[in-house]
């Protein structure tokens, strides 16, 4: 019995190209809300862990919402992303990468820090040019950002959005009490989706 098998080998030239999309995550509100900070991992709990993963000492709180750290979770099921941090976290007198990484990891947040993994919070400019500056320097196709409704105040000066020609439906403000709601994560799904 002879069998003939035919293979197809694909090339790389009529495949589609795999786009590179980032989120910039604030971490204060988004992920600590004023909500999550209640919980005794933030309290009572809080000095052996802070310890464990050596953060400055100026911060008095480690565990993210579980629930936002979900979703974001489950946002990478919707379309890969990377993460680049655009919050004070990302100071580098107070933190370096590898203390961000294992903050992440440490509250099971599985999303992979972008190699330029933050925006240059060291400098006077606001927040929204702060990411302009980040995206003339890093080649990306798409991107999210996720900030809260008091330190994202800028997101909501349409001036400084257009000098930082960032688009207003690229932006996702949450309330910094509540953290990232459902009606949060439905909005940055539907802007993931349409990265395709």
Same mark, same amino acid.
């Given at each position: 019995?002879?069998?003939?098998?035919?293979?197809?080998?694909?090339?790389?030239?009529?495949?589609?190209?795999?786009?590179?999309?980032?989120?910039?995550?604030?971490?204060?509100?988004?992920?600590?809300?004023?909500?999550?900070?209640?919980?005794?991992?933030?309290?009572?709990?809080?000095?052996?862990?802070?310890?464990?993963?050596?953060?400055?000492?100026?911060?008095?709180? $480690?565990?993210?919402?579980?629930?936002?750290?979900?979703?974001?979770?489950?946002?990478?099921?919707?379309?890969?992303?990377?993460?680049?941090?655009?919050?004070? $976290?990302?100071?580098?007198?107070?933190?370096?990468?590898?203390?961000?990484?294992?903050?992440?990891?440490?509250?099971?947040?599985?999303?992979?820090?972008?190699?330029? $993994?933050?925006?240059?919070?060291?400098?006077?400019?606001?927040?929204?040019?702060?990411?302009?500056?980040?995206?003339?320097?890093?080649?990306?196709?798409?991107?999210?950002?996720?900030?809260?409704?008091?330190?994202?105040?800028?997101?909501?000066?349409?001036?400084?959005?257009?000098?930082?020609?960032?688009?207003?439906?690229?932006?996702?403000?949450?309330?910094?009490?509540?953290?990232?709601?459902?009606?949060?994560?439905?909005?940055?799904?539907?802007?993931?989706?349409?990265?395709?």
């Amino acid at each position: 019995i002879k069998i003939k098998i035919k293979i197809k080998i694909k090339t790389s030239g009529g495949s589609k190209m795999k786009k590179k999309c980032v989120v910039f995550m604030d971490f204060d509100g988004p992920l600590f809300s004023s909500r999550a900070l209640m919980l005794p991992q933030n309290n009572e709990y809080a000095e052996y862990f802070l310890n464990e993963l050596n953060l400055n000492p100026l911060v008095s709180y $480690w565990y993210a919402d579980p629930v936002a750290v979900s979703m974001l979770n489950q946002l990478m099921k919707v379309r890969s992303f990377e993460i680049v941090i655009s919050n004070n $976290w990302a100071n580098n007198e107070l933190h370096k990468k590898e203390d961000i990484m294992g903050l992440l990891e440490k509250n099971n947040l599985t999303i992979p820090l972008h190699n330029a $993994w933050k925006t240059d919070v060291e400098s006077d400019l606001s927040r929204p040019l702060q990411i302009s500056k980040w995206l003339s320097k890093n080649q990306v196709d798409d991107y999210i950002i996720i900030d809260d409704n008091e330190s994202g105040m800028d997101f909501k000066n349409y001036a400084i959005l257009k000098e930082a020609k960032i688009p207003s439906e690229k932006v996702v403000l949450v309330n910094s009490q509540d953290g990232i709601l459902m009606n949060d994560f439905e909005k940055m799904k539907m802007i993931m989706q349409g990265w395709y």
